[in-house]
């Protein structure tokens, strides 16, 4: 009798000790989330789609001030983004963009739990393989979708901390649309350069061409004010919706945002105004969908990692209505 | 004796004749040597596919004096490993380069579903389109995705500009 307790109690130990990240679906999800947003960490990544390459550096920090990260494309002219918290720069070629307001109140890590339960809901996740990346052990995970309404993904982890290593979306035949994958990392924070996370204010002085947009001050509003509905796919639901001002545009957006927890489609309504840039149609990169159409005296832009048929449904749904 | 060696071959030799003949040749060994020789220039004439000739005895007594050598078994040996692989890796390089022009060459399938769909849709990438990049960035600040793929997902909205 007591050797076999003491064997089951062995074998509980040993299975309970040799991976405790990769236990539970869920627990191991939340685990590569906190990775992303706690992990110090500084590298190179390739993202690829159709035949676009494109190498990048990225630099993230997570102190006592928040999360900060730089992002900086190697080929080419510049294109460089900076986060800090909630405030997104954004460099291309002289022109400085910065934007802010991320989803005020929703800020991570609270947005976590509902994300996570929306996330199960709407995809089949499942570990599947162990294999290297960027020279790290690193466990396969897909996220497979419950229809064809959104892509599959699959995550390469980091088998010790979860931190993203490796990314895939994939179609509804398997094939490969979009990949992001770090070819060199350094994984914590001992030797990252963190100049620039205060130095680059000034900076801005420099260039030649500053903007400043997001949503407008208490844009964050009630329910549904703007009296917009959209159908969209079972599983996907409103995180939020605001007024923004987009360049070039004399009336602000109306901006609905939908989640299904990995997957996200904004819709953005504007009244008509026949600029050079209100051409309707679809546009592509990789995941994601851009799909433009005239409704009435209304121009409606829906963006999401969705596929084409996705975009326009839900671009055809949209209505003003219950007001 | 030469000219009743070429007439026996040639059957222009009574059967007394060709008898004696053979007897002659069995009993002095120098002859022979002229028999096969005489058969020989028989058999280039007729242009017969394969010419008997004693190279072929001169070469493997040549051989034989030849000290023995086990290497050259072990080098053709090497050379067919050689072969497998390049082989293996000319097969591997095709496969590495079909792998390749399907993963990057291959458009993503937006332009099949446009055309079933006949809408007023170009094949544009966004990146060619500065005015989306407005839209990018606003729902980029706003999309679940970069939850779990941390900043990198920003590369998106800057990606080809």
Same mark, same amino acid.
């Given at each position: 009798?007591?050797?076999?307790?003491?064997?089951?109690?062995?074998?509980?130990?040993?299975?309970?000790?040799?991976?405790?990240?990769?236990?539970? /679906?869920?627990?191991?999800?939340?685990?590569?989330?906190?990775?992303?947003?706690?992990?110090?960490?500084?590298?190179?990544?390739?993202?690829?789609?159709?035949?676009?390459?494109?190498?990048?550096?990225?630099?993230?920090? !997570?102190?006592?001030?928040?999360?900060?990260?730089?992002?900086?494309?190697?080929?080419?002219?510049?294109?460089?983004?900076?986060?800090?918290?909630?405030?997104?720069?954004?460099?291309?070629?002289?022109?400085?963009?910065?934007?802010?307001?991320?989803?005020?109140?929703?800020? $991570?890590?609270?947005?976590?739990?509902?994300?996570?339960?929306?996330?199960?809901?709407?995809?089949?996740?499942?570990?599947?393989?162990?294999?290297?990346?960027?020279?790290?052990?690193?466990?396969?995970?897909?996220?497979?979708?419950?229809?064809? +309404?959104?892509?599959?993904?699959?995550?390469? !982890?980091?088998?010790?901390?979860? +931190?993203?290593?490796?990314?895939?979306?994939?179609?509804?035949? /398997?094939?490969?649309?979009?990949?992001?994958?770090?070819?060199?990392?350094?994984?914590?924070?001992?030797?990252?350069?963190?100049?620039?996370?205060?130095? /680059?204010?000034?900076?801005?002085?420099?260039?030649?061409?500053?903007?400043?947009?997001?949503?407008?001050?208490?844009?964050?509003?009630?329910?549904?004010?703007?009296?917009?509905?959209?159908?969209?796919?079972?599983?996907?639901?409103?995180?939020?919706?605001?007024?923004?001002? +987009?360049?070039?545009?004399?009336?602000?957006?109306?901006?609905?945002?939908?989640?299904?927890?990995?997957?996200?489609?904004?819709? $953005?309504?504007?009244?008509?105004?026949?600029?050079?840039? /209100?051409?309707?149609?679809?546009?592509?990169?990789?995941?994601?969908?851009?799909?433009?159409?005239?409704?009435?005296?209304?121009?409606?832009?829906?963006?999401?990692?969705?596929?084409?048929?996705?975009?326009?449904?839900?671009?055809?749904?949209?209505?003003?209505?219950?007001? | 004796?030469?000219?009743?060696?070429?007439?026996?071959?040639?059957?222009?030799?009574?059967?007394?004749?060709?008898?004696? &003949?053979?007897?002659?040749?069995?009993?002095?060994?120098? #002859?022979?040597?002229?028999?096969? #020789?005489?058969?020989?220039?028989?058999?280039? &004439?007729?242009?017969?596919?394969?010419?008997?000739?004693?190279?072929?005895?001169?070469?493997?007594?040549? &051989?034989?004096?030849?000290?023995?050598?086990?290497?050259?078994?072990?080098?053709?040996?090497?050379?067919?490993?050689?072969?497998?692989?390049?082989?293996?890796?000319?097969?591997?390089?095709?496969?590495?380069?079909?792998?390749?022009?399907?993963?990057?060459?291959?458009?993503?399938?937006?332009?099949?579903?446009?055309?079933?769909?006949?809408?007023?849709?170009?094949?544009?990438?966004?990146?060619?389109?500065?005015?989306?990049?407005?839209? &990018?960035?606003?729902?980029?600040?706003?999309?679940?995705?970069?939850?779990?793929?941390?900043?990198?997902?920003?590369?998106? #909205?800057?990606?080809?500009?």
């Amino acid at each position: 009798m007591k050797p076999a307790i003491a064997l089951i109690v062995a074998l509980w130990a040993s299975t309970a000790c040799a991976d405790p990240l990769w236990q539970d /679906d869920l627990n191991w999800l939340k685990t590569m989330v906190f990775a992303s947003h706690q992990t110090d960490y500084s590298g190179v990544f390739v993202y690829r789609y159709g035949n676009h390459v494109e190498t990048s550096h990225i630099i993230h920090v !997570a102190d006592n001030d928040g999360e900060h990260a730089r992002l900086v494309g190697m080929d080419g002219p510049r294109r460089e983004i900076v986060r800090s918290n909630d405030q997104v720069w954004c460099f291309i070629g002289d022109s400085k963009i910065k934007l802010d307001g991320r989803r005020n109140g929703r800020r $991570f890590p609270a947005v976590l739990p509902e994300q996570l339960s929306l996330l199960n809901e709407n995809y089949q996740i499942k570990q599947t393989e162990e294999g290297r990346v960027a020279g790290f052990h690193a466990h396969a995970v897909v996220f497979k979708p419950k229809d064809a +309404l959104r892509y599959a993904h699959r995550m390469w !982890a980091h088998s010790d901390s979860g +931190l993203l290593l490796k990314s895939e979306v994939l179609d509804e035949r /398997d094939r490969v649309i979009e990949q992001n994958s770090f070819i060199q990392l350094t994984i914590g924070g001992n030797n990252i350069d963190r100049s620039w996370i205060k130095a /680059d204010k000034p900076e801005a002085a420099k260039l030649s061409h500053t903007e400043h947009r997001g949503p407008e001050h208490h844009a964050e509003l009630p329910a549904n004010p703007s009296g917009w509905l959209a159908d969209v796919p079972s599983g996907f639901r409103k995180v939020a919706e605001m007024r923004r001002s +987009l360049r070039d545009k004399k009336e602000p957006a109306t901006h609905l945002v939908f989640s299904d927890g990995l997957a996200s489609i904004s819709i $953005f309504v504007e009244a008509l105004e026949g600029g050079q840039d /209100d051409r309707p149609g679809l546009t592509s990169q990789g995941a994601i969908q851009v799909y433009r159409k005239v409704s009435g005296d209304y121009m409606l832009t829906v963006v999401g990692e969705v596929p084409p048929r996705t975009a326009m449904q839900v671009a055809d749904s949209v209505r003003l209505g219950g007001r | 004796m030469k000219q009743q060696i070429s007439a026996l071959m040639d059957g222009e030799l009574y059967d007394d004749e060709a008898e004696a &003949l053979l007897d002659k040749l069995k009993r002095s060994p120098g #002859t022979d040597g002229e028999w096969r #020789t005489y058969h020989l220039i028989g058999d280039v &004439l007729r242009q017969p596919d394969h010419t008997y000739s004693s190279i072929g005895t001169a070469m493997r007594e040549r &051989l034989q004096a030849e000290p023995t050598v086990l290497a050259p078994g072990r080098l053709a040996a090497r050379n067919t490993r050689w072969f497998a692989l390049s082989a293996a890796a000319s097969v591997m390089a095709l496969a590495l380069v079909a792998w390749m022009s399907l993963q990057v060459g291959q458009e993503p399938p937006t332009q099949m579903v446009m055309h079933q769909q006949s809408v007023a849709a170009r094949p544009a990438s966004l990146s060619s389109n500065r005015g989306m990049s407005d839209y &990018l960035m606003a729902h980029q600040e706003f999309s679940s995705g970069a939850d779990v793929q941390g900043t990198a997902s920003y590369i998106r #909205t800057v990606a080809g500009q």
